[in-house]
C-alpha cells in the first residue's frame, strides 16, 4: 500500500488536539492501538500500521501469487458505543489511494439501517480531513466506518486519526493544527494564512499583524488575508468552513480585524453543494458612517443563519490593488439560539403540502374565474388510473365535465410563502384529451400584483403521473398559483393534480438527498443493495423505464416520476408458477416493530401472485400477499413486521398462465416504528369520476 507522507500540521495534530481541546470517547490517533474500534468480522480487517500511525482496508489479492483483486475488500470499522448527550464534532483525517471510497455512518441500537453522515470517492495524494456533525440524542451510537479500496492493484482507503470534540464543526479558533477543517480555497496571488502576532509565527510580520482574539496575545493563531502580492483588479481570497451535514438556523458569530491601508471588501455567504451562494453579511466600507470598527481592533459581529440543507460559510475578501491591506477572522463559532429574540423561525414550507386524502389543506379556490378543482377520488380498475398517494385514494380534477360555456379557467392557490427565499416545489399532474399541452396546466409565482409563469406544460402525459419539480426565488410573500385553461370546448380534457410538496432550496438539493435516505429506493440509479436471489428462482426482476414491451400488462411509466426506473417481472420468457425473488440487504434486528411501504403494479388478465416474506434462520415467513389483476394504477402496500434476529426482505413475483401477467413494484420504504393508521377521509362532494 502506498501512503503519502504526512505533512507536518499533521503529525503534530494529537500534541496540539490534547493540549487545547477536550477530546470525547471515540477519539483515536492509532499510535499504539485502535481505542476500542473493532473490524466488522464480516466484512474485511482494518489492519492498524505501527510504523504509519494508521489503519487501513487494502485491495485484497485472491492469493498472495495472483493479480487478480477480490470485490469482496470492504471494510467496515466500528467505534465503540458513544453518549450523545451533547451536540460534537467528529473530524477524520483520511486518505484514498488508487481507487476506492470512504464512509461514515451512525448506527443507533434496534435500528435496521445505519443513519449515513458523510461519503467520499475522491482519491487524493496526501491526508484529508472531513468532518461532520452529530447532533445529541438520549440515544447511545456506534460510528460506522466503511471503507472500499478500488479494485486496483495499490488502492486502499486508510485514516490517521479520528477526532470527536464538543461543539459544531462550524465553531473554530484556529489554535489546532487542522484548523477545524477550515481551507483555503488557492488563489495564485492572494490567500488565506495561519497568522500570529510578532513571535507567533507570523508568515508576513512587517504587516504589524495584531494579538490573535482567543488569547489576547502574541502566540494565538487567527486566520488572515494581506493585499501585498495582488496583482489584477479584484482579487479575491476564500476560507471555506466544512460543509454542514444537518440542517443548521441559529447565530453565526466571529470576530474581524483591518487594517488601516482600507481599499478590501469583506464579506460573508453561505455556499451549497451546487456552487450557489447566499450573502450573510457584508462589512461596512471603511469611509461609510454606519462602520463602527476600528483600525487595528477586533470586531465582533453576529449574523442569523438559516440553512435547511447543506452549506459552507465562505470568508470573502476582494482587493483592488497591492495597498489593500490586510484582514483577520478569529473566533468563530454557532449557536443554535438566532442572535436577536425578533428573528423569526426558519419558515415551515410544509404548509403548502397536501395529497388531498382528507381535505384541500390550506388550499383555495380562485372564485369567479371558471370552473372550480374538484376533490374526486376512482376506486382500482383496469381502465382508469387512481389517485398518485395510493392508487386508491383522492386527488383534485379540473374541465372533468362538459360545460355550456365556450372556455373557461380552473385556477388553485397555495397558502402564502415567506419572502426572499428558494424553494423547490414538486407536484404530480396527469392529463387526458388535451391537445394545447401549453394551455393545459401552468403554475404561476403571484407577488402583490405580479404575476409570473413559473412552469408550462410540454409534453403529453400519456394518462400517467408524471412528476414536475419548479425551483423559485420569493422578493416578497408569494402565492404559487396552479391555473387550467380551456380555449375551446374540443380542446378540453381532464387536468389531475395531486401530492403537492413545497420544500425550502433548489430542487436539485432536494432530489438528492430524499434519494440518499437509508431503507429508500425508487431505482433511479440502480438496485439500492437489493439482488437478484440466484439460486431459489426461475427469473430476475428486471430494471426498467417505460411501458413493459407486452401489450395489456405491466405499467406505463414508473411510480416515482412517471419517466424514471422501475423493477418488474417479465412473464414473456419464464413458465406459468415460476418466480422472480428479489433479496433486500441483511437487516439487523430491531427493537420494535418496522414499517415497510412501497408501490406495486399488477395489471394484467393472467397476473400471478405478489408476495413479500421474511427469511431468517434459513427460512421464509409470509407477510404480504396478493393475487390476480389488481388495478391499471400503481398501489400503495404498507406491512408492518418485527423481527429479533439479523433477517431479509423478499420481494417474489409468480408468472400466472399466460404472457399478461407482468408484475411491478416501486418506491421501497423501509424505517423503525409502526406503520401509520390510514386517515379517515372527508365525504368526497364527487367521486368515481376521471373524465
Known amino acids: 500500500m502506498k501512503i503519502a507522507m504526512l505533512p507536518f500540521y499533521l503529525l503534530a495534530l494529537a500534541a496540539a488536539i490534547q493540549a487545547h481541546k477536550q477530546l470525547l470517547p471515540g477519539s483515536c490517533n492509532f499510535e499504539a492501538n485502535t481505542c476500542g474500534y473493532m473490524s466488522d468480522a464480516d466484512f474485511s480487517s482494518w489492519i492498524l500500521h505501527k510504523d504509519g500511525r494508521f489503519i487501513a482496508v487494502d485491495a485484497a489479492l485472491n492469493d498472495e501469487h495472483d493479480l487478480d483483486i477480490r470485490a469482496d475488500s470492504t471494510g467496515v470499522l466500528l467505534s465503540p458505543v458513544l453518549e450523545q448527550s451533547e451536540w460534537s464534532c467528529l473530524r477524520l483525517v483520511y486518505q484514498i489511494s488508487g481507487a476506492g471510497s470512504l464512509q461514515v455512518l451512525q448506527r443507533t441500537e434496534g435500528r435496521s439501517f445505519d443513519k449515513p453522515l458523510w461519503n467520499s470517492q475522491m482519491p487524493s495524494d496526501s491526508w484529508v480531513i472531513a468532518s461532520m456533525d452529530l447532533s445529541n440524542s438520549t440515544e447511545t451510537a456506534r460510528v460506522i466506518i466503511e471503507g472500499i479500496p478500488g479494485q486496483t492493484a495499490g488502492s486502499s482507503v486508510a485514516i490517521f486519526e479520528i477526532h470527536i470534540s464538543p461543539g459544531y464543526c462550524l465553531d473554530c479558533d484556529f489554535e489546532e493544527s487542522h484548523l477545524c477543517g477550515y481551507n483555503n480555497q488557492w488563489n495564485a496571488n492572494v490567500n488565506w494564512f495561519v497568522g500570529a502576532g510578532v513571535g507567533g509565527g507570523s508568515q508576513l510580520l512587517q504587516n504589524n499583524l495584531p494579538d490573535d482574539h482567543t488569547h489576547n496575545n502574541k502566540t494565538g493563531h487567527f486566520m488572515y488575508v494581506d493585499s501585498i502580492y495582488s496583482k489584477t483588479f479584484k482579487e479575491v481570497a476564500k476560507l471555506v468552513s466544512p460543509m454542514t451535514m444537518v440542517p443548521m438556523s441559529g447565530c453565526l458569530t466571529f470576530h474581524y480585524q483591518r487594517s488601516d491601508e482600507g481599499g478590501n471588501l469583506f464579506s460573508v455567504y453561505t455556499r451549497d453543494q451546487l456552487g450557489q451562494y447566499q450573502e450573510l453579511w457584508r462589512a461596512e466600507s471603511e469611509t461609510s458612517s454606519d462602520w463602527s470598527g476600528t483600525y487595528g481592533e477586533w470586531t465582533p459581529v453576529q449574523v442569523d443563519m438559516k440553512a435547511p440543507y447543506s452549506v459552507q460559510v465562505v470568508f470573502e475578501v476582494a482587493f483592488n490593488s497591492p495597498r489593500g491591506g490586510h484582514v483577520a477572522v478569529d473566533d468563530i463559532s454557532f449557536s443554535p439560539e438566532f442572535c436577536s429574540s425578533d428573528t423569526e423561525p426558519i419558515f415551515d414550507p410544509s404548509i403548502a403540502n397536501c395529497d388531498f386524502e382528507s381535505d384541500m389543506c390550506q388550499y383555495a379556490h380562485d372564485q369567479g374565474l371558471g370552473s372550480l378543482w374538484r376533490r374526486v377520488s376512482v376506486k382500482p380498475n383496469i381502465f382508469r388510473n387512481g389517485d398518485h398517494t395510493t392508487g386508491a385514494g383522492t386527488f383534485l380534477l379540473a374541465h372533468s365535465q362538459l360545460s355550456t360555456q365556450s372556455s373557461y379557467m ?170 422472480a425473488r428479489l433479496l433486500s440487504r441483511p437487516l439487523r434486528a430491531s427493537r420494535g416493530p418496522q414499517c415497510l411501504c412501497f408501490y406495486y403494479h399488477m395489471y394484467g388478465s393472467s397476473t400471478g401472485e405478489l408476495s413479500v416474506r421474511l427469511q431468517k434462520d434459513g427460512g421464509d415467513i409470509l407477510l404480504w400477499q396478493r393475487s390476480g389483476e389488481q388495478s391499471i394504477a400503481w398501489l400503495r402496500a404498507t406491512v408492518e413486521y418485527q423481527s429479533d434476529r439479523q433477517h431479509q426482505i423478499v420481494f417474489e413475483a409468480t408468472r400466472g398462465s399466460s404472457v399478461r401477467s407482468d408484475i411491478a413494484i416501486d418506491d421501497i420504504v423501509l424505517e423503525g416504528g409502526p406503520c401509520p393508521a390510514t386517515e379517515t377521509k372527508a365525504p368526497l362532494a364527487t367521486s368515481n369520476e376521471i373524465e
Open 410 to 579: 380552473s385556477r388553485l392557490v397555495s397558502p402564502t410563502l415567506a419572502a426572499n427565499m428558494k424553494y423547490c416545489l414538486r407536484f404530480y399532474f396527469s392529463l387526458r384529451g388535451f391537445n394545447q399541452t401549453d394551455q393545459a396546466l401552468a403554475v404561476y409565482l403571484q407577488q402583490g400584483s405580479s404575476q409570473e409563469k413559473i412552469w408550462t406544460q410540454g409534453e403529453k402525459s400519456r394518462g400517467i403521473w408524471i412528476a414536475a419539480d419548479v425551483t423559485f426565488q420569493t422578493s416578497q410573500p408569494a402565492k404559487v398559483v396552479f391555473v387550467s385553461t380551456c380555449r375551446s370546448l374540443w380542446d378540453c380534457g381532464s387536468v389531475a393534480l395531486d401530492d403537492i410538496t413545497m420544500s425550502l432550496g433548489d430542487c436539485e438539493l432536494a432530489t438528492g438527498m430524499s434519494s440518499s435516505l437509508p431503507g429508500c429506493c425508487d431505482f433511479t440509479a440502480g438496485l439500492c443493495g437489493y439482488t437478484q436471489d440466484k439460486q431459489s428462482d426461475a427469473a430476475d426482476w428486471e430494471w426498467r423505464r417505460g411501458p413493459t414491451p407486452t401489450s395489456y400488462t405491466g405499467p406505463r411509466g414508473d411510480h416515482t416520476s412517471g419517466l424514471g426506473y422501475y423493477l418488474y417481472m417479465e412473464a414473456s420468457p419464464i413458465l406459468p408458477g415460476e418466480t
